[in-house]
């Protein structure tokens, strides 16, 4: 650290940007050249499954459709009859034929029209004529290779020789079913898929993979390039050795034997490698470079400035206070140059400022020994007014004035129990003694306009809560409650202990009640960090409950059935409360 601190800051700068700047990015550079290309093929990798996964998913709902389609055409009553009937003339099948069956078998292709380019029912039935969407079973038909070798057929996919418009010979794929198993005729249903819209599919993907979609004999029905190289026949197609990504397509299904290959695109990985290095290292030279600069800038502003403070502080050492005014800059070079400047102002005034510090010393000691006075008083005058309660108390009792001298006694306990801060909280039982009190008084104030009662369990006397919370309660009751009713005031003070060991203390009255929008106004903003100068004492007591027994304890207002207001508070135990 010694050798460090006798560094000049130009040099501990440089050591700076050497140690804590360009071999930090060094260090990264040779990270990233030497982990990216793993990351980048693992993310490649991810990136070939997935797609490999969409266009696994898009033949399979392809060729479900068209195994949906076979299925629908197998069912369909109509067809089946119009195919199996045994037609007396030419005449009357054509009829059928251009009123029924052609139609229907039309309606079927419109429902996957990008799906389907043809429909045919191969049948044994004599009776109908050779041609459009119904073909006679030959031997020359039997010894095709789309020809199922077992019937009845089930649906299944399978690949053959076929011809497009245009004449192009090109692998075809279709579906081949039988429409009945309790005809007389032999009637095959094939259905050709449209070979354009696979091959598009298996394209959609070749900036990623190039796939292959190969039939259960290993012949490659659909490649890269396979659109334009179509009238290949002789199945020589093979996926490639380094085709290792691969999906086999359900046994239980119309694809059983088949697999989707596919191989990674290399190339693309090795560009996005070579691009992710040149940028590494264009960043790093783009940091390294401005750090450098930087790090010279600061280096000056530093010293240049550090010099000249320096200069200016040997001149005082002469006794010369001559001000620093050329540098106005506000960070800590600039404030400890704003600090110098004061400094030798100061040291002008140091006389004068001493002088003023005995002033305030002295003011200080008169300023405690007023506070002293006045807790001084704060304590007299409690017992003057006790003591003057109590002499007025004894001349009532003197004079046979006994209620009012009840009222003076209770008045005076009322008053020794608010100045008495000793303790936070009391049992309810002495709560509800303090709460008595206060209601004899008010039943002084109001006379028989006032009848109150109290319903308190045993196991709630026992419970403690804060000093004077209900009595906050108590005095909303008579002054909103009975104060403002016309009739006599009934208040009602009742405490319980219910399952959830929660004290529940329920003050109620038979006063007008609450409108609703100030009801709602009062609970919404009665635990709000915001004051309510016209509901100050609701808001203290549900504060005062809140710090003693956190945000569990509740505060809860409503109108009662027949009129009057009730408040309620739940306090929890005192485990649940801490």
């Not at 309790?182 to 094939?190: E, H, K, N």
């Not at 009934?490 to 319980?496: G, K, V, W």
Request: net charge negative.
């Amino acid at each position: 650290m010694r050798r460090i601190n006798n560094l000049p800051v130009r040099n501990k700068f440089i050591l700076l940007y050497l140690l804590g700047v360009l071999l930090p990015i060094i260090v990264l550079l040779i990270y990233v050249l030497t982990n990216i290309a793993a990351e980048i093929k693992t993310r490649e990798d991810l990136n070939a499954e997935q797609s490999l996964n969409r266009i696994y998913s898009s033949l399979s709902s392809e060729f479900s459709s068209a195994v949906s389609l076979s299925n629908a055409i197998a069912s369909d009553k109509t067809i089946s009859a119009l195919v199996q009937k045994d037609y007396e003339t030419s005449t009357e099948y054509y009829q059928h034929y251009y009123s029924e069956l052609r139609p229907f078998l039309k309606r079927y292709m419109l429902a996957y029209p990008r799906l389907v380019t043809n429909l045919s029912i191969f049948t044994s039935n004599d009776t109908i004529a050779n041609g459009g969407h119904c073909l006679h079973i030959t031997p020359q038909v039997e010894s095709q290779e789309w020809y199922p070798m077992t019937l009845p057929a089930d649906p299944q996919l399978s690949v053959y020789l076929g011809r497009q418009v245009g004449q192009t010979d090109i692998l075809q794929l279709c579906i081949t079913r039988s429409l009945s198993n309790t005809s007389p005729f032999t009637d095959i249903l094939r259905i050709d898929l449209n070979m354009e819209l696979i091959n598009r599919l298996l394209l959609q993907e070749e900036s990623f993979l190039s796939l292959y979609l190969v039939a259960p004999d290993g012949t490659t029905v659909s490649y890269p390039g396979s659109m334009q190289d179509s009238y290949m026949a002789d199945r020589t197609v093979r996926p490639p050795a380094n085709a290792t990504l691969g999906i086999d397509f359900g046994e239980a299904t119309a694809m059983a034997g088949w697999r989707l290959l596919a191989h990674a695109n290399e190339e693309a990985t090795r560009t996005n490698v070579m691009q992710s290095v040149l940028v590494g290292l264009l960043l790093g030279g783009v940091c390294s470079l401005f750090a450098g600069v930087m790090a010279w800038i600061f280096s000056n502003s530093i010293a240049i400035r550090t010099k000249g403070l320096l200069i200016h502080m040997d001149s005082m050492s002469a006794e010369h206070f001559s001000p620093i005014n050329h540098d106005f800059s506000k960070d800590e070079i600039g404030e400890l140059t704003a600090h110098f400047n004061a400094m030798g102002i100061r040291l002008k005034q140091v006389i004068n400022d001493l002088y003023v510090l005995q002033l305030r010393q002295k003011s200080l000691e008169l300023e405690n020994i007023r506070a002293e006075l006045k807790y001084l008083q704060a304590q007299i005058d409690p017992h003057f007014l006790f003591n003057t309660l109590n002499a007025i108390l004894v001349l009532c009792v003197r004079n046979g004035h006994h209620e009012e001298a009840d009222i003076i006694r209770a008045l005076s306990k009322l008053l020794r129990r608010m100045v008495d801060t000793s303790h936070d909280t009391v049992a309810l039982k002495e709560e509800l003694d303090f709460v008595r009190m206060a209601l004899k008084i008010e039943q002084f104030r109001f006379g028989d306009k006032l009848q109150y009662e109290f319903d308190i369990t045993p196991e709630a006397e026992m419970r403690t809560v804060p000093v004077m919370s209900i009595q906050g309660l108590v005095e909303n009751a008579c002054k909103h409650g009975v104060q403002g009713n016309n009739e006599r005031g009934y208040i009602r003070i009742s405490a319980r202990v219910n399952a959830n060991d929660t004290l529940i203390v329920e003050v109620c009255d038979n006063g007008v009640g609450i409108p609703p929008a100030r009801l709602k106004y009062l609970q919404e903003q009665v635990d709000s960090s915001q004051d309510m100068p016209d509901s100050i004492g609701l808001q203290n007591i549900y504060r005062r409950l809140s710090l003693q027994y956190g945000k569990s304890v509740k505060l809860i207002l409503r109108n009662g059935d027949e009129g009057g207001t009730i408040a309620q508070i739940h306090i929890p135990s005192a485990q649940k409360g801490a």
